[in-house]
């Protein structure tokens, strides 16, 4: 519930931003690329001179506000979860993987022993190919996009974390492998998949991240 709810009050919040952004447009302002914490102050600038622009712009930018305070509260009750769970704090050992992906994966997954192995993860999440067959016709698709949306998510952005590291370590070696022979969405993609099967691995054996080759073969 915390988790589905924080993420609820960030797509107001984006959709919010969106919207303002849209309006100033049509009245020839731009906002531009500002970040979360400089954009109110921003709208506040194009609307200076025009006062009845503000009147209408001023609810929206009051409950942004709101929302972003909502946001902090639940973001800190977050943290304190994690710093408190054992294998939260062992998950996030994974290169890519912070404080919402821990908790994610830790909710979603629940009790890891109802996977057979650590590889059925994936495909319980809808990171494997799809597979399409009709007569004679046996065709392999995009990912399936079955299970959790917001676990899927979740994996992708720690996976795009990963590789724009420039940290180098043999995972990410064997993602940018891929990357040169079938392009980088490919890769994000096999990244996330075996993302989701290190972390159940980590959770099941008690342990940690292995940062090198030799350590993970052993």
Same mark, same amino acid.
């Given at each position: ?8 009050? #960030? ?38 001179? +025009? ?5 209408? +712009? ?23 979860? *994690? ?17 919402? +992906? ?6 979603? *997954?629940? *009790? ?18 799809? #597979? ?56 994000? +993609? ?29």
């Amino acid at each position: 519930m915390l988790l589905t709810h924080r993420k609820l009050l #960030q797509s107001k919040t984006i959709a919010i931003e969106n919207d303002l952004r849209g309006t100033l447009r049509n009245f020839g302002l731009k906002v531009g690329m500002v970040g979360k914490v400089k954009f109110e102050t921003r709208i506040k600038e194009l609307i200076e001179s +025009v006062p009845d622009l503000a009147v209408l +712009v001023e609810p929206l930018l009051i409950v942004r506000r709101v929302l972003r305070e909502q946001i902090g509260i639940l973001h800190r009750r977050l943290l304190a979860i *994690v710093r408190d769970d054992d294998v939260c704090r062992r998950l996030m050992t994974t290169p890519g993987v912070g404080p919402v +992906v821990a908790l994610t994966y830790r909710a979603t *997954v629940d *009790v890891p022993a109802r996977f057979r192995n650590s590889k059925a993860v994936g495909a319980v999440f809808g990171l494997t190919p799809s #597979q399409h067959q009709s007569g004679e016709i046996d065709r392999i698709g995009s990912i399936s996009k079955c299970g959790d949306a917001m676990m899927r998510t979740m994996l992708f952005e720690a996976a795009q974390a990963m590789l724009m590291r420039s940290a180098k370590w043999w995972l990410k070696a064997w993602a940018m492998k891929i990357a040169r022979h079938r392009g980088m969405k490919k890769a994000i +993609v096999a990244l996330a998949r075996r993302l989701a099967v290190i972390m159940h691995r980590i959770w099941v054996d008690g342990t940690e991240f292995r940062w090198t080759r030799e350590v993970a073969a052993a």
